[in-house]
């Protein structure tokens, strides 16, 4: 035989037993997952399998199980098979591990309405357009040298709010911490997006707004049966489906009127803030230059900056003066340090932040108790895969419970006390790689604003401090309630009011 053709035979008969041992093992593999059993849970109903376990606060609830049926657990919404993660190790099975096959979303009706179909970046499924959305904002609107260039529109935002709430001393005002923090946000995000504010702090209708975004989470979050047991969708039981309805039209109504005007001025001239074209005038470009990008796109993620840029951020600020105002010794501790640091001759900048360790420590102990997204944003396995021994199925519905794993008294120390000295001696930290202390997710799909959120936390609790003295009104001195209310985000039932007595001389404040 010619040795060529006897070497091209030799090979071909290698390649085909390779490949006949590759099926094999990947029968053997498939064989072997489909024998798998799923994580442990609880049994449930028919048809709605264990909806009426939830309660109105999903994340206690599952806390509470988890503790039955271990921190992989298994539980049924309707048709839907539901992976609830309670651990920190088993986050970093799903977030790290097997990060790309939990990369993908799912959504519910209120999330395809508020979305517009789930195409913004924070409901996108995993794929090319989610890619080209992270890279934008990654460029225009969180990269470092962005953030540095608008830190004077942070600056004034928060130096703006101190003089509000002077005014409201010298009147004997209380100050709604969550309301002022949230105008904070709010008055920056439009200068972010649009150059300008959308509305006037303190107006009726920026209140309304807030109501209007706190609608949006809690609609998003809450159970809607509808969702779960897919005939009954007819029936709107909960009045849901109508109540998104309407108040996503507002919303598109108010997105198409900032789209008009700004197209109407781009007919003679560019918008921009200091020489920087701002993050609408950024995607009206990319739309023409022949991307993708549709006015849909771009209207969902004018609703991801109008919604989740605003309410995580005051919330986590709400509850951080929340936890102060229950600890004073914790509250002086944060001011003698701004005192020793910064000093009582000028205001506190986002360069302090890195020289003001207490601070930093109050923060993220703020973030492991009261974590904006307690459980996280739901993803969703693409393909079915094993984690510890156990079958996930594909399209399984994926909560990491956040809430639970800040209080996993096998990782905490006393997990249940607000103790930011914890933190002083600690290398934890928030920012996707310590799965102890997950506020903003992991891995692919963690938080995109992270790093505005980390600047603006920080730059308002501490100018907060800093200005002012703060105290309980008289009526409610007896204690402050802590009692939450869920949607995606995690809000305080009752809003923290507090009255501000100014610390330092009148040259401080002009």
């Known amino acids: 035989m010619d040795p060529i053709n006897f070497a091209s035979s030799i090979y071909s008969v290698a390649a085909g037993i390779l490949l006949l041992i590759i099926i094999i093992f990947l029968k053997q593999k498939s064989k072997r997952s489909l ?30 199980l988890a503790k039955k049926y271990g921190p992989l657990m298994t539980i049924r919404l309707g048709r839907q098979t539901t992976l609830v993660v309670s651990s920190s190790s088993m986050a970093r099975e799903v977030l790290k591990n097997n990060d790309q096959s939990f990369s993908s979303r799912t959504t519910n009706t209120a999330v395809r309405v508020f979305a517009y179909q789930g195409t913004s ?14 890279k934008i904002c990654n460029t225009e609107i969180f990269s470092t040298k962005r953030l540095d260039t608008l830190q004077h529109l942070r600056r004034e935002e928060v130096f703006t709010a101190i003089d509000y709430i002077l005014k409201d001393s010298k009147k004997g005002n209380i100050v709604n911490i969550g309301e002022r923090a949230f105008m904070i946000s709010l ?11 959308v509305f006037e702090t303190g107006s009726a209708q920026a209140a309304e707004f807030k109501d209007m975004v706190w609608e949006v989470l809690k609609l998003s979050g809450v159970p809607n049966i509808s969702d779960f047991v897919p005939f009954l969708g007819r029936f709107d ?13 507002r919303f598109d109504g108010m997105f198409n009127r900032i789209i008009e005007e700004r197209l109407a001025q781009r007919s003679h001239t560019q918008c921009n803030i200091n ?24 209207k969902g993620m004018l609703m991801d900056m109008f919604v989740a840029g605003t309410d995580t951020t005051s919330a986590t600020i709400e509850w951080t003066m929340t936890e102060l105002l229950r600890n004073p010794t914790v509250m002086r501790k944060v001011q003698a340090e701004l005192d020793d640091v910064v000093g009582v001759e000028r205001r506190m900048e986002e360069a302090d932040i890195a020289n003001l360790p207490y601070l930093r420590a109050v923060v993220k102990e ?20 094993e984690i510890s021994g156990y079958l996930v199925p594909e399209n399984t519905q994926v909560f990491v419970n956040i809430w639970a794993i ?20 600690s290398d934890i930290d928030y920012k996707g790689q310590d799965f102890e202390l997950l506020p903003f997710g992991a891995g692919r799909r963690i938080c995109i604003g992270l790093p505005l959120a980390h600047k603006m936390v920080h730059l308002v609790v501490g100018s907060l401090l800093q200005a002012f003295n703060w105290s309980i009104p008289m009526d409610n001195e007896a204690s402050i309630d802590m009692s939450e209310i869920f949607g995606i985000t995690l809000q305080k039932a009752v809003p923290l009011t507090a009255i501000p007595t100014p610390r330092n001389n009148i040259k401080f404040y002009c």
Request: proline share 11%; with cysteine; hydrophobic share 35%.
């Open 237 to 249: 039981l909960q009045g849901l489906n109508s109540k998104t309805k309407i108040l996503a039209q």
């Open 275 to 298: 020489g920087v074209k701002d993050f609408l005038d950024v995607m009206l470009d990319l739309r023409d230059d022949g991307t993708q990008l549709t006015l849909e796109n771009i």
């Open 406 to 425: 800040g209080r996993d008294p096998s990782v905490w120390r006393d997990p249940l006390n607000f103790n930011p000295d914890r933190f002083l001696e």
């Open 366 to 385: 703020v973030f492991r108790l009261h974590p904006a997204a307690p459980l996280n944003i739901p993803r969703r396995a693409d393909k079915s895969c």
């Open 121 to 134: 970046l924070v409901w996108s499924p995993y794929g090319p357009r989610w890619r080209l959305l992270r």
């Open 187 to 197: 008055g920056l995000v439009g200068k972010m997006v649009y150059s300008k504010k």
């Open 35 to 64: 024998s798998l059993p799923l994580p442990p849970g609880p049994p449930g109903w028919p048809f709605i399998g264990n909806l009426l376990q939830l309660g109105d606060k999903p994340h206690q609830s599952l806390h509470l």
